[in-house]
């Protein structure tokens, strides 16, 4: 069954000198079952922390609007990537 995730690729990290730290991970939008889904958390992908659950949607459009109200409060670029469950 194909579900749709809010990812966000890989991107550069660097110090507060400007030096290079390297590529971060890939990340991801999770939740923690215990809170609840309405608590989301950016964690990374494929989901290692214990505790925590990928956020999945039935559709695009779905994922798109969740990755979107999060690129706004965040300022990242997260965005909707198809994955078979």
């Known amino acids: 069954m194909k579900k749709f995730i ?3 690729p890989g991107k550069e ?4 000198a400007g030096k290079s730290l390297g590529i971060g991970n890939d990340r991801a939008i ?3 079952p215990a809170v609840g889904q309405r ?3 950016r964690s990374s992908y494929p989901v290692r922390q214990k505790g925590l ?6 559709t695009e459009s779905i994922a798109q609007s969740h990755c ?3 690129n706004q ?3 990242d670029d997260f965005r909707p990537l198809e994955i078979e469950i």
Do not use: E, G, P, V
């Open 68 to 70: 979107d109200d999060t």
């Open 73 to 75: 409060a965040h300022n």
């Open 30 to 32: 999770c939740y923690a």
């Open 6 to 8: 809010c990812y966000s």
């Open 53 to 58: 659950k990928l956020k999945t949607f039935k």
């Open 13 to 16: 990290q660097f110090d507060s």
């Open 39 to 41: 608590r989301l958390y």
